[in-house]
């Protein structure tokens, strides 16, 4: 420990590390239970500390905070975190006496579970706390409150520690190629479902994510620090980054206090001789990251980076690194921010106030009033409103009927977020659309416009309305309408959660139907239109009699906010009958994916995450290496996701073609495709490259902008569906957005029966886009559908599921997943 800490007495009551774990911090990766060992034991020693559980991870681990302060402070902290949320509101905040309010401090560490060296330098920071008796320590204790978060990330971070750990020596080794230094697929950086938390702060897919915001908005944080690893042989980065990348909804003055913070961690890494650097490289755009979201909430969010040594020593281009080295730039620069926060305690609580009144001042002034919405999918409308209310963002049900953008709101089925009220930069960044942008470079993506990720009918209010009540939760329902002796149910497929209903229905052995042509009929809630995609149960010939049905039908209903309509003939309009051709018979999915070194686990994990978590669906992931010996007869959908499959063997690729030929249903997305081109299991071709060729000659020092501008790094386009085709079945309107990364574009096939669904003639809806992009993807197939012997591939373009939120997108691949098998075959053309 003498290696890490600052010179003092060390209280001897409080049990070091050392004497809990038996080791020193450095000389193993702590595991994440060891860490919870560790903090509870101080929790217990120290009345400095007051340990509190937010949230569990996907693998059940604790997510907690350890709340550090003064016990004078801890003893009326309620009374300091109630001064912190007036200062939220600007009717209130004057009230606020700051002579002797401490800031808030919430410091948080290896988001991505594989940068170690912030979990580990967590404990050391915790133990300095507890125990350093220094008039440093006491400074700090007493002019903040820090809500230390040890790990964002417990699941990937237990991952790495148990690989770093597995490969030791007790001669270390640094030598980059060795296994230690090199983990394998899909690594520790992910959650369990291979989503980087460290994009999900704005989204909040995951629990980690809406455990972590609830803390966030129960105590409104001056300063909230993000402490990550990047290369092994870059030095040590910390905040500001690349002014030109800043978002330009974040006031300058969060820069200004960004940087002024940190002239405390460069004086603090001086003092022990480590290399920094700032302003060169990250940006602070993308509001869903973990240094940015603060700065959307009135708060001064630091990034850090620290050069991973990966294992537990690593040669670099800056000498060998140790372990031990880059969990002592991780503590110094934990205590800088303290000193800072201590220091700038009353600037920072100033700032916030003055945050809060400027966000009202822009409210008021704002030409656009408010959003409205609507949607027939309360499951989506739910989803969508818990997001907007954990950002503390208000939405309110309508007294009045609205027309706006050209399209009409009822009051009775519309709901309304205005601009006017103190979450006005979160509502203007989750709704607007935005086509300028000050620099074309992107750490991530350049667009994340809400409404149209849900696919929600909304528009713009430049006029003042008249609000209903505050909308505090949407609760979806679902019932089974009964008839008298029913001749069959039918499910409708507009329903979200239509797909998963669907699974479970098949998986009780009953027999289901999809009807192909729309028709009315009499049913348990009197005549009623059923559609395209709307599911047939039949009640004669099934496993069970009538009333079994009736019980299921009702569970599920219950379960999956769905809707089964009882109908007592199968005599409908429009020519059609339940036993009509045009009503086809469905097969249960089984369903597997190839994953593996090489594949996205990304995309992966977004299938995974979506089947397992949305569908309640078994997905077998079958690893490349295991991809021989998997008997492909078990399923009848492979999907295979973004990613590099040209290293299948021979005789790997001839079992998938083989299956496909066979009857196989094969959904590609985004790159897969261009492995089924070049293998000729598809007839598609890559879109000819019509690049303009430069008269002007670039000078060196512009290279890497030129880089950037030519990469699409993740924007939002608009696209037209053909409702009629079973892909687009349970789509309301005919345009979606879909989220596009990549340039890659496909000539659109001649047959126009195999491309469903096309980008519109001005298609970029939000988002940077490299220049020329536009045009050139312009009425181009966005998804094509291909036969190949009785089997069909289905290739998306774009990632229907990005980040667990594009709910807009998810209908397209539940349709993939059940109605592939009704695509007439006829209508495509062969390969
Ligand atoms: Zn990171």
Known sequence: MEYYLPEGTYDKSIPTPMDVLGYNPGDWHVSHDQLVTYLKALDAASDRIEMREY??????????????????????KEEIRMDHLKLTDHSKSDQVDITNLPAILYQGYSIHGNESSGANA?????????????????????????????????????????????????????????????????????????????????????????????????????????????????????????????????????????????????????????????????????????????????????????????????????????????????????????????HMRKELI????????????????????????????????????RILSSHKVDMYALNQNISAGGKQFKKEDSYYVPMDQSQYLMVKTIFEKVRKFPDSLFYDVSAWTLPLAFDLTYAEVTNTVKLGDKVTSINPSGKLHSVRGAYAYILDWKSYNAPAALYQVMNNDLRTKVINKPFSLES?????????????????????????????????????????????????????TLGNPEVDKLDMPSVAMIVGEGVSSYDAGEVWHHIDQRYNIPLTMIDKRQLFRADMSRYNALILVNGRYKDLSKSEFDKIEEWVKGGGNLILFRNAIDWAIDKEIINLEKAKDEKEKSTVKSKYQQSAAANGATVLGGAIFEAKIDLSHPLCYGYDDDQIALFRRGTSLYETPTNS?????????????????????????????????????SGKVICFQDNLLFRGYWYGGNKLFGNALFFSSIIDGRTLAKD
Request: charged share 20%.
């Open 753 to 789: 029966y195999s491309n469903p669904v096309n980008y519109t003639n001005n298609p970029v809806a939000s988002g940077y886009i490299p220049r020329g992009f536009d045009k050139k993807a312009a009425g181009r197939a966005a998804v094509t559908v291909h036969q190949s012997g």
């Open 55 to 76: 949230a569990r991870s996907h693998e059940n681990r604790p997510l907690f905070n350890l709340i550090i302060s003064d016990p004078s402070n801890l003893a009326r």
């Open 122 to 342: 967590a404990i050391v920071n915790a133990y300095y706390l507890a125990a350093g008796q220094s008039s440093e320590v006491m400074h700090t204790l007493k002019n903040t409150v820090i809500l230390l978060d040890p790990c964002y990330n417990p699941d990937g971070f237990n991952r790495f520690a148990s690989w770093a750990n597995t490969h030791k020596s007790k001669t270390l080794v640094s030598d980059p190629a060795s296994r230690e230094l090199n983990e394998v697929w899909p690594r520790g950086r992910t959650n369990h479902y291979w989503f980087d938390l460290n994009r999900d702060w704005l989204l909040l897919t995951h629990p980690e994510s809406q455990g972590r915001i609830k803390v966030f908005h129960n105590w409104r944080p001056n300063v909230l620090t993000d402490h990550h690893e990047m290369g092994t042989n870059s030095t040590f980065f910390f905040q500001p980054g690349i002014p030109s990348r800043t978002n330009p909804n974040t006031p300058q003055l969060n820069q200004d206090l960004t940087e002024k913070i940190g002239t405390y961690h460069a004086a603090a890494l001086d003092s022990i001789g480590s290399l920094y650097y700032t302003k060169a490289s990250f940006d602070d755009f993308y509001y869903g990251k973990g240094s940015t979201y603060p700065d959307a909430n009135g708060c001064i969010g630091i990034l850090f980076e620290q050069a991973s040594s990966r294992g537990h020593l690593h040669e670099s281009s800056n000498g060998v690194l140790s372990f031990p080295f880059t969990i002592r730039n991780q503590f110094v620069t934990s205590l800088s921010t303290q000193k800072a926060t201590a």
């Open 524 to 576: 348990g809630v009197g005549v009623r239109k059923f559609n395209r995609g709307d599911i047939v149960i039949p009640i004669q010939n099934q496993t069970m009699d009538l009333n079994e049905i009736e019980d299921l039908l009702g569970g599920i209903a219950q379960d999956y906010q769905v809707d089964f309509y009882g109908v007592r003939s199968g005599w409908a309009d429009n020519n059609m």
């Open 350 to 385: 100033n700032f916030k106030r003055d945050f809060y009144k400027k966000q009202k001042k822009a409210a008021t002034s704002s030409k656009i009033k408010g959003y409205v919405i609507k949607d027939k999918d309360k499951v989506k409308l739910s989803s969508f409103h």
